[in-house]
Nanobody
Framework: QVRLVESGGGLVQAGGSLRLSCAASGGTFRINAIGWYRQAPGKQRDLVAAISSGGSTNYADSVKGRFTISRDNAVNTVYLQMNSLKPEDTAVYYC?????????????????WGQGTQVTVSS
């Protein structure tokens, strides 16, 4: 059973930095696209950053120039480096991986979500 485990959240002052990690485990699979999302209380879950299997990235306008998404395919892990954090970045952050489990062959792509990690930025 594929499982995504996130880490790296916490409490930081405005202007500080955090690095989130999300590691996939459980079986054999190929990871296609990966995204980091966030959800603040009372708001919808929004895409923050994404990276394709080829390494192309895109970011929400609100985090461009401050956040960097990267992936290490060797350890099935994605990172989100967050710099110059602002109080409005406070949210639960989730990673989502679109991957294909390998059984007799490649299964159709499916989305898997991490459990979420809280990021709180104080002013």
């Amino acid at each position: 059973q594929v499982r995504l485990v996130e880490s790296g959240g916490g409490l930081v002052q405005a202007g500080g930095s955090l690095r989130l990690s999300c590691a996939a485990s459980g079986g054999t699979f190929r990871i296609n696209a990966i995204g980091w999302y966030r959800q603040a209380p009372g708001k919808q879950r929004d895409l923050v950053a994404a990276i394709s299997s080829g390494g192309s990235t895109n970011y929400a306008d609100s985090v461009k120039g401050r956040f960097t998404i990267s992936r290490d395919n060797a350890v099935n892990t994605v990172y989100l480096q967050m710099n110059s954090l602002k109080p409005e970045d406070t949210a639960v952050y989730y990673c989502k991986m679109t991957l294909q489990v390998v059984r007799l062959g490649y299964e159709p792509p499916s989305d898997y979500w991490g459990q979420g990690t809280q990021v709180t930025v104080s002013s």
